[in-house]
């Protein structure tokens, strides 16, 4: 690719906690060097713009970890 084909964009990174109604929970804010601020109500918000940015397709929700008694889990046999 040559250098007229690429993308480059900075951002300054800013998280912080909150209360909420289910405890403490993430709050982000992205910076660009032209002064623009982004603000996002969560961490998954924030990764769905920055996926959004580099020209990635949404994610899938992440997969629920097994229950801690399951014994397929305990073998390792996660179906």
Known sequence: MDEQGRHS???LLRLWQVE???GLGWRASLEALGGDRLAFANIDELCAFLRWEAGLPPSLPPASPP???????KK???K
């Open 67 to 73: 229950e801690r008694n399951d014994p397929a889990a």
């Open 20 to 22: 909420n109604g289910d």
């Open 9 to 11: 964009v900075s951002y």
């Open 76 to 78: 390792g046999d996660l």
